[in-house]
């Protein structure tokens, strides 16, 4: 039985005392809840995060990872680091990154093994575009950017991860894919992982994400492959990032 996941993640949002007001919300709802719970500030912030959620059933993500264990890459954060201010997950992948700072599948594969290494869990972000879904190569785009992985790691690799099922039309925008399209994307998923290792494919959690909000996320968490959501915008409300938490229990 796979337990259901919400991570928010934040992206360059946030303040000392916004972060502040909204984890005391969180935190006084958190141990309500069955699914997991997760948060992923931008990095400043994950000191703070981590001491408000200490001894609370809440886990701290970042938002990425530099590839490379250590060295003269300014500007870069590595595993370690994460893993040293408790970080439990990192995103990998995210639409953004691969759109705007030219992240490549080869990349994001990188990443997801430079997590791990550092006793991360990767939660590898894939999705097609609009242009992409519109000429029906979605199945496509999502088996070659997991492929990447895969191919560099293997399947067992994904026994320590989570997938993350984004259609990039979706992200801010407040259009969500259906549940049945959302679903048919995340069965795509897990037929290709279950091809290589059916009970690494059974245990996997694949979380949708792309304008969840407290009106949609029971329909989605309701359909049999999606486990969960990762959250952007309604992340940063108390009450949308609760109600979303309380769907997915
Ligand atoms: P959104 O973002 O919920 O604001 O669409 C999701 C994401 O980018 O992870």
Known sequence: MRRKLVAGNWKMHGALHQNSELLTRIVAEASGLLCEIAVC???????QVRSLIQGVAVALGAQSVSEHPSGAFTGEVS???LAEFGCRYVL?????RRALFGETDTVVAAKFEAAQKAGLIPILCVGETLSERESGKTEFVVARQLSAVLDRLGVAAMSSAVV???PVWAIGTGVTASPSQAQEVHAAIRAQIAALGSGVAADLR???GGSVKPQNAKELFGQSDIDGGLIGGAALVADDFLTICHAAN
Request: proline share 14%; charged share 10%; glycine share 10%.
């Open 41 to 47: 500030p931008p990095y400043p912030y994950l000191a």
């Open 206 to 208: 694949i979380l949708y």
């Open 164 to 166: 993350a099922y984004e």
């Open 79 to 81: 595993g370690s680091m």
């Open 92 to 96: 990998v992948g995210h639409s953004e």
